[in-house]
T-cell receptor, first 116, second 114 residues
Framework: AQSVAQPEDQVNVAEGNPLTVKCTYS??????LFWYVQYPNRGLQFLLK??????LVKGSYGFEAEFNKSQTSFHLKKPSALVSDSALYFC??????????????FGAGTRLAVHP | DGGITQSPKYLFRKEGQNVTLSCEQN?????MYWYRQDPGQGLRLIYY???????QKGDIAEGYSVSREKKESFPLTVTSAQKNPTAFYLC?????????????FGPGTRLTVL
């Protein structure tokens, strides 16, 4: 079965330190990869996506993600965390062949807590 | 959240009642989606629509119904047949259904069954 794993329920980081939120996937072929962020009682906001090309993708709010095909991973990173980055982060994968519609498979989410 | 509105923000329902959640978008997107979010789980797809007057079941469609009479509107009805409807419901849209199209989300509706 196709799946997305976010192995950490919560990540704690001190403000100013680099952060990494991990995502691995089990999807056949070469899927497209997405990161979204959710603030409390809000919808998901799109951060970035990997389609093809450079393995390092830059997105909104200073976030970037690194695609690693051999490890089937797409980890989200930021060089210097802000308290305002504290939120719930979702990794999502779109299989290249999914019956003709834009199907996204979501991970369970990782809560990022940035401490002052 | 810009461009996609959902109402109401909070909704309370008695057991046995049907309720309808509204989703409107002004992005001129062809495709629209409904997801359900439960604590500790990722989003699960309820229904999707690729074009007006057409919609398809997602992974957890039982107990839900939708319509797509206008391009900008995709209301979701939670029927009394849905056994555990308390959840956070998210509507999304995308330009089309091309594999690289990004889905954009509305602010969500929190439904609580009393």
């Amino acid at each position: 079965a196709q799946s997305v794993a976010q192995p950490e329920d919560q990540v704690n980081v001190a403000e100013g330190n680099p952060l990494t939120v991990k995502c691995t996937y089990s999807v056949s072929g070469n899927p497209y990869l997405f990161w979204y962020v959710q603030y409390p009682n809000r919808g998901l906001q799109f951060l970035l996506k990997y389609i093809t090309g450079d393995n390092l993708v830059k997105g909104s709010y200073g976030f970037e993600a690194e695609f690693n095909k051999s490890q089937t991973s797409f980890h989200l990173k930021k060089p210097s965390a802000l308290v305002s980055d504290s939120a719930l982060y979702f990794c999502a994968v779109r299989p290249r062949f999914s019956g003709g519609y834009n199907k996204l498979i979501f991970g369970a989410g990782t809560r990022l807590a940035v401490h002052p | 959240d810009g461009g996609i509105t959902q109402s109401p923000k909070y909704l309370f329902r008695k057991e046995g009642q049907n309720v309808t959640l509204s989703c409107e978008q002004n992005l001129n997107h062809d495709a629209m989606y409904w997801y359900r979010q439960d604590p500790g789980q990722g989003l699960r797809l309820i229904y999707y629509s690729q074009i007006v007057n057409d919609f398809q079941k997602g992974d957890i469609a039982e107990g839900y119904s939708v319509s797509r009479e206008k391009k900008e509107s995709f209301p979701l009805t939670v029927t009394s047949a849905q056994k555990n409807p308390t959840a956070f419901y998210l509507c999304a849209s995308s330009i089309g259904v091309t594999s690289t199209d990004t889905q954009y989300f509305g602010p969500g509706t929190r439904l609580t069954v009393l």
